[in-house]
């Protein structure tokens, strides 16, 4: 039995009306997926008693029309909630104007005329009310922090986490990746000899003195087309054994970005991550079991010596994204896990008079700036 898929809408008047469906034969077994025609909701998944979804969907399958997507959809990944909108937009405008070629229903969006996370600061920012405070993003102003630190706001989360998420998804051109570099996992050392920005020679004397460390992984480069984002790179990280991984969003110095700012670029990259997983078939992914995409469990955190946590709490804030990312990861991310902290270096810890031993002894010895208990 081959492997293989058909999609057909059932318009009649039974408990099976106004449905797309999804037919499949994959791995000697059958199921189909239902999508409300109306709403493009996903209305649940089935499976079949006979290895042929001919067989043992019958009836089913002689009461649907045959409509037929754009591309080929990883249904585990994008569809797992709902359809897309361009697939979903695609399948209803067969059943309204007659069945439709593919050329004439067309290939992927037109080249990419705007970035993987468009919207997400926005998003961010309403979550966090602070929409009056300087320009947008407005979150990453220091008074934002200064003001969430004296006066906490609650949110969803998950809601947040989702939204984020689902905005990622809602901007993809349905391209597959262009980028060879996106996810690397490779220490990259060089600098140039006029950058003294102390947060870039930490960190590549980090990667220089501890080989388990990388840096600068990709995380968006080559997802858009027209739209490169390669400044979208996640500062360092290192596997945890047996099958974690942890990325870290680095600060140091007077004129480091504050906790808040780096907390939300961490988890954007996160669910950058969580993207690529899911759509791993559809990006071209399939060739990178070996990158960070293969993990089960990610940290996300943020690193900075303690004067750069100075005047700002924020345990309030870690409590209700792990709250949101534990629940994300359960719903979307099966068998996987996330979570996230902020962390200090040790006190003893001095930039850049640091040696490479006491890089590796700082390191080993981060300290959680917020104990269990005293997230609030």
Not at 62 to 80: D, F, L, Q, S
Not at 166 to 193: F, G, H, P, Q, V
Not at 289 to 313: D, F, H, I, N
């Amino acid at each position: 039995m081959t492997n293989e898929r058909y999609w057909g809408y059932c318009g009649d008047d039974s408990a099976d009306g106004n449905q797309f469906i999804m037919f499949a034969n994959w791995n000697k077994s059958s199921s189909i997926r239902r999508f409300d025609a109306e709403t493009g909701l996903a209305l649940g998944r089935e499976a079949g008693s006979h290895p042929d979804f001919r067989e043992a969907f019958r009836s089913l399958y002689m009461k649907c029309a045959e409509v037929e997507p754009p591309y080929n959809v990883n249904m585990e990944g994008r569809c797992r909630l709902a359809l897309p909108d361009d697939i979903f937009q695609s399948l209803k405008s067969q059943i309204k104007g007659g069945k439709r070629t593919r050329a004439e229903i067309g290939e992927p969006k037109p080249a990419g005329s705007k970035s993987i996370l468009a919207g997400v600061d926005a998003i961010i920012d309403h979550a966090l009310g602070v929409t009056h405070i300087g320009s947008a993003p407005h979150h990453i102003h220091k008074t934002s922090c200064a003001l969430l630190s004296q006066t906490p706001v609650r949110f969803d989360g998950y809601e947040l986490i989702r939204a984020i998420f689902s905005r990622i998804e809602s901007n993809w051109d349905n391209s597959k990746c262009r980028s060879n570099a996106i996810w690397r996992w490779t220490a990259m050392l060089d600098i140039a000899e006029k950058n003294e920005s102390i947060e870039k020679t930490l960190e590549k004397a980090i990667v220089r003195n501890c080989p388990e460390w990388v840096n600068q992984i990709p995380t968006a480069a080559g997802l858009q087309r027209g739209y490169e984002e390669k400044h979208r790179n996640i500062d360092l990280a290192r596997k945890v054994p047996p099958d974690g991984v942890e990325f870290i969003e680095l600060k140091i110095g007077a004129n480091a970005d504050t906790p808040l700012r780096a907390a939300f670029e961490i988890l954007v990259y996160g669910m950058l991550w969580a993207f690529c997983v899911l759509n791993a078939e559809d990006l071209g992914f399939a060739s990178k079991p070996a990158s960070p995409l293969a993990m089960k469990r990610v940290e996300l955190k943020v690193l900075a010596p303690a004067e750069c946590y100075t005047g700002y709490q924020l345990g309030w804030l870690e409590l209700i994204l792990n709250i949101g990312l534990k629940q994300f990861a359960a719903e979307w991310l099966s068998g996987r896990e996330m979570n996230f902290v902020f962390e200090r270096f040790p006190d003893s810890f001095r930039w850049p008079d640091a040696s490479g031993s006491e890089l590796e002894h700082a390191l080993a010895n981060r300290v959680r700036l917020y104990a269990v208990g005293d997230l609030k």
